[in-house]
């Protein structure tokens, strides 16, 4: 059964700062690795989509590693801005999963202070 | 944005009732999911569908059913609500099956609280 791990749970930093988020997976077999943002009392944003060929995906301050060989992607955002406190998702689609079941992670709350 | 509206937004009912939850998508995108978010568990699938009258369960289906009787609409029904079931609904579509190889898009959930 495919775990999908967010740690930490909770993240604050100073604005400015750069933020790193860590998801790890128990089963190397997906497709692809998608990185989500929830505001509070909202719904899942895309941020990110990195097929499980690609090493890295980019867009503008953010960028998705991943490394299926050890279970591991990691968001990184540049220079936080408040704006970007939110939850951080990371969910993975198993090949063989029946169902269309999308294995999501706890997520990581993150606070950037001003 | 992906064109996706759910309703209602926010629902207050009482044990025993039927409720039920509709999604709505402008993108004429195949797939379509509900899913139940609560907090420690997570996001959680309940239903999906891979096309019109085309359904399967997920991992949380006990006590709901869904339709779709057209593409653009799917419809997930509690026949009857239970204070378990007090939770925030979100709709999702994509693509490919699963966010295969697409991306998975949401509404912005339907609240619900089951007195």
């Known amino acids: 059964k495919q775990e999908v791990t967010q740690i930490p749970a909770a993240l604050s930093v100073p604005e400015g700062e750069n933020l790193v988020l860590n998801c790890s997976f128990t089963?190397?077999?997906?497709?692809?690795l998608q990185w989500f943002r929830q505001d509070p009392g909202k719904g899942l944003t895309s941020l990110l989509l990195i097929q499980s060929s690609q090493r890295e995906q980019t867009s503008g301050r953010l960028n998705a590693s991943l490394d299926k060989s050890s279970g591991r992607s990691t968001l990184y955002i540049a220079a936080s801005q408040p704006g970007d406190s939110a939850t951080y998702l990371c969910?993975?689609?198993?090949?063989?999963?029946?169902?269309?079941?999308?294995?999501f992670g706890g997520g990581t709350r993150v606070l950037v202070k001003p | 944005d992906a064109g996706i509206t759910q309703s209602p937004r926010h629902k207050v009912t009482e044990t025993g009732t039927p409720v039920t939850l509709r999604c709505h998508q402008t993108?004429?995108?195949?797939?379509m999911y509900w899913y139940r978010q609560d907090p420690g568990h997570g996001l959680r699938l309940i239903h999906y569908?891979?096309?019109?009258?085309?359904?399967d369960k997920g991992e949380v289906s006990d006590g709901y059913s869904v339709s779709r009787s057209k593409t653009e609409d799917f419809l997930l029904t509690l026949e009857s609500a239970t204070s378990s079931q007090t939770s925030v609904y979100f709709c999702a579509i994509s693509e490919s099956p699963g966010g295969v190889t697409g991306e998975l898009f949401f509404g912005e959930g339907s609240r619900l609280t089951v007195l």
């Open positions: 569908s891979y096309g019109v009258k085309d359904t």
């Open positions: 993108e004429n995108h195949r797939y």
């Open positions: 089963d190397s077999a997906i497709y692809n």
């Open positions: 969910a993975v689609p198993m090949i063989k999963a029946a169902g269309n079941k999308l294995t």
